[in-house]
């Protein structure tokens, strides 16, 4: 079973950047199509950016821009580089695979991380 790890999580004022990670470790089958997703107080989970297994991505219009997303294939590894983050960037931050394509249809991936938390201050 694959498990997903995210960390980089953290506290930055407005306009500032953070780098988050997603480690994946056990069998590792499913991390050729991967995403990354945030979850507000009181809201929805959304998708932020996603990777398929070309190396082709996605972002959502909040995103776009601001971060990216990006994997290193020989440490499983995906990451997110976040900029230019405003308060309301603050949420759990999820990475999640077994996707074909990117999409951020959550019923789309069959393996979430634990999430890291962001704060972004104004």
């Known amino acids: 079973q694959v498990r997903l790890v995210e960390s980089g999580g953290g506290s930055v004022q407005a306009g500032g950047s953070l780098r988050l990670s997603c480690a994946a470790s056990?069998?590792?089958?499913?991390?050729?199509?991967m995403g990354w997703f945030r979850q507000a107080p009181g809201k929805e989970r959304e998708g932020v950016a996603a990777r398929d297994n070309r190396g082709r991505t996605r972002y959502t219009d909040s995103a776009r821009g601001r971060f990216t997303i990006s994997k290193d294939t020989a440490e499983n590894t995906l990451y997110l580089q976040m900029n230019s983050l405003k308060p309301e960037d603050t949420a759990i931050y999820y990475c999640a695979a077994g996707c074909y394509i990117a999409t951020f249809t959550t019923e789309a991936y069959d393996t979430w991380g634990q999430g890291t938390q962001v704060t972004v201050s104004s």
């Open positions: 056990g069998y590792i089958y499913n991390t050729d199509c």
